[in-house]
C-alpha cells in the first residue's frame, strides 16, 4: 500500500470515527483517547527527563507534581480545561483563518502555544510532554464538523486526562 493511500485510510478513518461524530459518540471516544494520551504522554515525559537529566539538567517534576496533587483539585478538573481549551479555541480560530484546513497543522501549532506556555509557567522543560495532550484536544476543536461538539468533547478529555494523572499520582504515589 502506498504512503499517499495509507495517508487518504487514516484521514478517512478520523473523518468517520471523531469529526464527524456527535455528542455521544465523540464524548465516548475521549475514554479511550484520554487512556492512550495519559500513556504517550507518560513515555514522552519519561524519554525528556531522561534526555535532560543526561544533560545535567536537574528537574523538579516530583515537586510540581506532590504541590498539584496535594492542593484542590477542582482548578486541573474543572477550571482548567474550560479555560485553556478556551484559549485554545480561540488559537485555532486564528491560525485557521491564515492557515486554512489541514487537520493537523493547526493543531500542532496551537499544541506549541500551549506547551510553551506550561513549561514556561512551571519553569521545567519536562512538562513539554503536555503536548501530546493540548494536539489532540485542538485536533477535536479544529477538526469536528460540529464546533460546539469538538470543543466541549475537547474539554472532556482534557479533564479525563487530568483525572487519569491526578489518580495515578495519588495511587502510586509521585513520580
Known amino acids: 500500500m502506498s504512503l499517499a493511500r495509507t495517508r487518504d485510510s487514516f484521514e478517512a478513518f478520523l473523518e468517520r470515527t471523531l469529526w464527524g461524530a456527535g455528542w455521544v459518540r465523540l464524548s465516548l471516544a475521549c475514554i479511550p483517547l484520554a487512556l492512550a494520551t495519559f500513556l504517550v504522554e507518560d513515555v514522552v515525559e519519561s524519554a525528556l527527563d531522561a534526555v535532560f537529566s ?7 517534576m516530583d515537586e510540581i507534581k506532590v504541590r498539584q496533587s496535594a492542593s484542590s483539585w ?26 486554512g484546513r489541514s487537520w493537523w497543522l ?25 503536548f501530546v495532550d493540548f494536539f489532540l484536544m485542538c485536533c477535536l ?14 474539554v472532556f478529555l482534557h479533564f479525563l486526562v487530568n483525572f487519569i494523572v491526578l489518580m495515578q499520582w495519588r495511587i502510586f504515589g509521585i513520580g
Not at 54 to 60: A, E, I, M, Q, R
Not at 75 to 90: H, I, K, Q, R, S
Not at 106 to 130: D, G, K, N, Q, W
Open 106 to 130: 493547526v493543531p500542532c501549532i496551537v499544541a506549541l502555544i500551549a506547551t510553551a506556555f506550561h513549561v514556561a509557567l512551571y519553569m521545567e522543560p519536562r512538562y513539554a510532554s503536555v
Open 74 to 99: 477542582a482548578g486541573p478538573l474543572l477550571v482548567a480545561p474550560v479555560l485553556e481549551n478556551l484559549l485554545c479555541l480561540f488559537w485555532v480560530r486564528v491560525f485557521a483563518h491564515k492557515l
Open 141 to 154: 476543536i479544529h477538526n469536528a464538523k460540529n464546533r460546539a461538539v469538538g470543543f466541549w468533547a475537547s
Open 54 to 60: 543526561s544533560l545535567g539538567f536537574p528537574g523538579h
